[in-house]
């Protein structure tokens, strides 16, 4: 097994080599890996240059038409050189310049096999191209204040958005992230400005291949990693939507612009590298103990044309492998709902599934809490990580109907996504049933796809919404299911906290862009509730339209519902059985991994989480 290794900008092959020893520990031994420098002598940034000699050198000389040309020529004659080789592995400057070669082979011999059977990204970026004819002209983009916002539909002025950013704040922080990030990339737009108006010139115009506006995809098995903390993370996304969804498999760590040292991201990072190759040629064994892919064990029966999936082959009564979890994680990003059946688990071992899957997020334990006699110990103590949705009180009785508990519950009835109104919103909820009501009565889940439902909406509609940041409040939320609770009108939005996220999002796990909406929205930044409300409704009954929603009918005790909710609304069903029989349920909650974790809220310093 052959890889050959692209460093990015301004480092060179051995020091690349140096920053992947962990990783290339946990492969197979018996792989193979050249390590060639740049021909381009650059400027490093400082803690590099502190930390390793140089010399310090970059494949790409700039990013002009002409420049990306030579720049892939020089990389072809290498492969054909010192080639052939299975697959790619690529950092930062080194991703866009294989993935360009990539694709320019796959555009000009659609026929011929590429050069690599897999690739393997590391902060990567969407190409720029070798020809004016090629790709979205970013002359313009790359001598704006913010010249790699990358990350939008189109290039033109939207002059009717009544949705402004603070451009000065941006622009300010545009100038400073890229001198900071690198003196690469400022000298690559000082190369663009050179180009200037001459007519003559035009042809060297930077183009790229943007997701957006280019219907390609990388047609090969592909593994991306990249940090949430990388100020360039929308570009690893980017690229990451520029492959095959059906063949690529993406993590993100909790670095910068780097390869990841830790040893926990490393083993995540390992296992892509591993299924990535086994998806290149079955034939291939690249494992001992673990060279069959993650889901081997696992089966998914659709509930759904779209998503959702009930899962078979997992053993609760032991602790999860790894290849086990990482087969419902890869099950969770093609359909974001997985149904589990008699699952037997306690309250102790529901707790420890979930921590297999992140952070635990006990926000809405503290509101639960609420509805509980402070003299009293919480109802599921000493399990403080579940979340009681039940319709019982501390001593295990049916709650009256007219309860706080019980209105306060309501908002559970409407479509919505669990802790979004906190600044770092959750990623997973885990619901489990531990005493169902008699079958017949209701008390099903309903599920939306948000992903699907976005991607039907018209082009017109994606383009006015593209931008909008919504604001996400449990107060709204909680008057929409109880508008009669007089205590709910009293109270103010703006004293209890509140989040920002962005409406239209890139779902990383696969690749496809959702529709974040959920009924906690009640306006968009920048615009007046009243004139936010008919948007937010619209788009609220456009994904929850029948074709687009799916209701899990809880069976037993001890089934389980897992869902993704970046991807997915739910909401509670009700039934004949209120009132009248016990419907306790318990869930679990992990916050969400993605860059896009904390939305606009900052890292969470100083932020309250959502308490009533």
Partial sequence: ???????????????????????????????????????????????????????????????????????????????????????????????????????????????????????????????????????????????????????????????????????????????????????????????????????????????????????????????????????????????????????????????????????????????????????????????????????????FQPLHPTFGAECHGVDFSRPLSRETIDGIREGMAKYGVLVFRRTELDDDRHQKFARCFGEPDVSAVDISTAFHDEEQPYRLAPFNELVDVSNVDDQGQLEPGDSLKSQLHRANNVFHVDCSYNPRRAGYSILRAHQLPPRGTGGGTAFADTRTAYEHLDDATKRDINDYVAWHSMLHSRRLGAPDLELLQMLKLEDFPQSLHKLVQLHEPSGRMNLYIAAHIYRFDGLSEKKSQPVIERLLRHASQDKYVMTVQWEDNGDLVMWDNTCVMHRACGGSFEGKHVRDMRRATVYDGSSTAWGLNGNGEGSRQAKL
């Fill in 1 to 299: 097994m052959r890889i050959l290794c692209v460093h990015g900008a301004a480092i060179n092959g051995e020091i690349f080599e140096s920053k992947t020893e962990k990783l290339r520990s946990l492969l197979p031994a018996e792989y193979q890996y050249d390590w060639p420098d740049g021909d381009h002598e650059a400027t490093p940034i400082k803690t590099l240059s502190d930390a390793y000699p140089g010399p310090y050198l970059s494949h790409i000389e700039d990013i002009t038409t002409l420049g990306m040309d030579k720049s892939i020529e020089r990389l072809e004659a290498f492969i054909e050189e010192d080639g052939p080789y299975d697959g790619v592995m690529a950092i930062c400057e080194g991703a866009m310049l294989t993935s360009a070669l990539l694709f320019k082979r796959q555009i000009e011999k659609p026929t011929a096999p590429l050069p690599f059977r897999f690739a393997i990204f590391i902060a990567g970026s969407p190409p720029f191209t070798w020809s004016e004819n090629v790709g979205q002209n970013l002359f313009d983009q790359l001598l704006s204040d913010d010249p790699f916002d990358l990350d939008k539909d189109n290039f033109e002025p939207q002059e009717n958005s009544e949705c402004k950013p603070n451009v000065e704040r941006i622009k300010a922080f545009a100038r400073n992230m890229y001198r900071d990030l690198s003196p690469e990339l400022e000298r690559w737009v000082q190369a663009v400005q050179e180009i200037g108006t001459d007519p003559k010139k035009a042809y060297l115009k930077p183009h790229a291949l943007l997701p957006q506006l280019h219907s390609d995809r990388l047609d090969l098995p592909t593994a991306h990693m990249w940090g949430r903390r990388d100020v360039l993370n929308k570009h690893s996304g980017l690229l990451l939507r520029l492959c095959n969804p059906e063949l690529a498999l993406s993590h993100v760590h909790e670095g910068a612009h780097d390869v990841p040292q830790s040893w926990p991201d490393n083993e995540i990072f390992s296992d892509l590298v591993r299924k990535t190759i086994l998806r290149s040629d079955p034939n291939i064994i690249v494992l001992n103990s673990m060279a069959s892919p993650s889901t081997s064990s696992l089966t």
